[in-house]
């Protein structure tokens, strides 16, 4: 006997149907779930981790490190991505589909405690497992739609930065602050080889930034392990070779008194070469009282980028202290992304949680790094630039 068209074509509509009806719920579902996630969080959450919080704003970022308006935003980048894929099994214990917002809380909620996935998911009713893919998907998604916010300045931009460095302490014309953290991490015997074993016996993944002064990352490099010292890091950095090629820090040249002119540059620590784009302090206890006072005014100025590794490091937990055995090939994405975090709570003009305690160093215990490379040329320069900053610049 012939097939019976109708049915068939009966049996298709009732199919889609079922299928619309399924992604018509699912969307309710997601909806509903976008209005009571967080109270949903709250009766989960212990009430001590909110003692002395007078109200909701203060306990959510608290939780999150970042307002519910850099919240919103953030899901806004994300969104598009997340409900284009979207996961039947990602739900809670009670059948409820994780929404945008409650994805995004689990993510920031493991970026910014550094808790174990158990314990974000106890937080917030969900296992182990969604608690890493949601983690995860989250950081995919925000190194393809939040690179907008880790750029290098343009050229107005830039002479923004310039004068408000020189503001700090009187450096004209400096373009950024170079410094180096370490990420620790705790290796399984089996991964613990010598390359990633530090100068200070820790197991290590390196993050190179260069600062503005609002402590905002304008270029960073990560990934690397932390047997490289300071200088051997920024030689492997696509910074490095944009400035040694004169495509970076390229822009206009100041006009200083005695007919000196200094080009930009950025400063760093004594870790670093002395080169005519990065400028370091002088070494040794025997300086004369000018140059004394350029060190000084030259570490008061870094500080910005103490200051910003610091805080860096203290909002995002997961990256502080040290790290149990985390994916090598992972890591360097999930830095990424928490420096991308850090630029938005700057670019949104939101203020750090009080409760974040910034320690004195974000490298504490590592003692500093001494680099005896020096171009003459540069030495020249900043001999000239000391010599300007005492005659023109009191202390």
Known sequence: MAPNKGLAKKRKREKQKEADGYAEAFSDRQQNDESDWWHDFLRRTSTSASVGMDNEAEKFKSFFRVSKKTFDYICSLVKEDFLSRPSSSLVNVEGKALSVENQVAIAL???ASGESQLSVGEAFGVGQSI??????????????????HL??????EMEKIK???????????????????HIVMSLASSEASAVWHDHESNYSMLLQAVVDPDMKFRDILTGWPGSLNDYRLLKNSCFFRLCESGKRLNGRVKDLAQELQIREYVIGDTGYPLLPWLITPYQ?????PSKMRFNARHHATRMVAERALARFKATWRIIDGVMWRPDKHKLPRIILVCCLLH??????????QQDVAL??????????????CVDSNAETLRDKLTTYLSENLHS
């Open 284 to 288: 040794g206890r025997e300086n004369s």
């Open 343 to 352: 630029n938005i709570i700057i670019d949104l003009e939101d203020e750090l």
């Open 131 to 148: 608690v890493s893919q949601v983690t995860w998907k989250f950081v995919e998604v925000m190194e393809e739609h939040g690179l907008q």
């Open 359 to 372: 320690s004195q160093h974000h490298d504490a215990g590592y003692k500093q790094q001494l680099c005896q």
């Open 163 to 181: 004068g408000n460095f020189e503001r700090i302490q009187g450096m004209p014309n400096c373009c950024g602050v170079i410094d180096v953290t």
């Open 109 to 111: 909620k493991r970026l």
């Open 151 to 156: 750029k290098w300045p343009d050229a107005s």
